[in-house]
Nanobody
Framework: QVQVRESGGGLVQAGGSLRLSCAAS????????MGWYRQAPGKQRELVAR???????NYADSVKGRFTISRDNAKNTLYLQMNGLKPEDTAVYYC????????????WGQGTQVTVSS
């Protein structure tokens, strides 16, 4: 089995910063791409940022220049540094790990709430 767990969400004022973490654990051979997604109330889940195992990244236009995605392959951990937060960044943030295992595929975490007050 594979488990994915996010941490680091919370309440912050506009202009502030938060750092999210996501740890993957369990039985697997390797993790390919990892990504952060978010879902605001009444809206569809959307991509925030993704990173390959080699470190190539892509970002949603709305977060470019403010958010930075990174990963530690030795620790099977993904990070999202969020600076210059805006009220419109308020959402539940989910981690996705593309895992190669006995049951390969995408594994989601349970999500962590990020709330930005104006």
């Amino acid at each position: 089995q594979v488990q994915v767990r996010e941490s680091g969400g919370g309440l912050v004022q506009a202009g502030g910063s938060l750092r999210l973490s996501c740890a993957a654990s369990g039985s697997f051979y390797r993790i390919n791409d990892m990504g952060w997604y978010r879902q605001a109330p009444g809206k569809q889940r959307e991509l925030v940022a993704r990173i390959t195992s080699g470190g190539s990244t892509n970002y949603a236009d709305s977060v470019k220049g403010r958010f930075t995605i990174s990963r530690d392959n030795a620790k099977n951990t993904l990070y999202l540094q969020m600076n210059g937060l805006k009220p419109e960044d308020t959402a539940v943030y989910y981690c996705l790990a593309e895992v190669v295992s006995a049951v390969s595929g995408g594994y989601w975490g349970q999500g962590t709430q990020v709330t930005v007050s104006s």
